[in-house]
């Protein structure tokens, strides 16, 4: 399979036409390849209009989900960005693409450790990934200027509004585990904007400020 002709298809059928136009989000989807990020049996998939699973019951987001939130985040190169759930690390790839520097927390060492792997092998190391609850944020390097969070949630989770920079944006699903709105949040002298961008489904943000283990 000719992988660079799959992702310019990709491109061209699933993104351009749902109304992707940030030139740096569609040359980042060009570039990455999806298809080191998915076991080797579905690699023929990569590209395909849907989400895939990984393994652990966690699943890669459709390219288009992928390219939306990414846009929406509105990254010119010199952010440092907090993702929320590295899973297969794709969406961490795009990140590392699009921004200076990259923080990514995974409640699964399993997936982390695979991930770091992928990204190693390709190159990123503007990637900090650590292995913990998402939903507590990572105050350590905190104020980001942009939080993207991979998994749904009930709420948006306290802390990471806490630790969004002045003019920082924030998107991620909220609703129960079956459907979810994804929303843009954004932090202005004057409290929280928001906006919402489409109707999803995700997979459960479990942690403090999300689903507990037992309600997965």
Not at 106 to 123: P, V
Request: net charge neutral.
């Amino acid at each position: 399979m000719d992988f660079k002709k799959a992702r310019e298809r990709m491109v061209r059928e699933q993104l351009i036409p749902r109304g992707i136009k940030d030139p740096r989000v569609l040359e980042a989807m060009r570039k990455v390849p999806r298809h080191l990020f998915v076991d080797e049996a579905l690699q023929n998939q990569a590209y395909s209009d849907r989400p895939l699973l990984i393994g652990e019951k966690q699943t890669i987001s459709q390219p288009y989900m992928v390219a939306l939130m990414t846009e929406a985040l509105e990254l010119k190169g010199d952010e440092k960005v907090l993702e929320i759930g590295t899973g297969s690390g794709y969406q961490t790839a795009i990140l590392a693409e699009l921004a200076d520097k990259v923080y990514s927390i995974e409640r699964l060492r399993s997936l982390s450790q695979k991930a770091r792997k992928i990204l190693d092998r390709l190159h990123y190391f503007n990637v900090v990934l650590k292995v913990g609850d998402g939903t507590l944020g990572w105050p350590e390097y905190a104020p980001y200027d942009a939080i993207i969070v991979t998994a749904g949630s009930p709420k948006v989770p306290e802390p990471l509004v806490e630790q969004l920079a002045e003019g920082g944006r924030l998107v991620i699903p909220v609703g129960d585990p079956y459907t979810q709105e994804l929303v843009k949040l954004v932090k202005t002298p004057e409290g929280i904007e928001k906006k919402s961008l489409t109707i999803c489904r995700f997979v459960n943000l479990i942690g403090k400020h999300g689903w507990k283990e037992s309600e997965y």
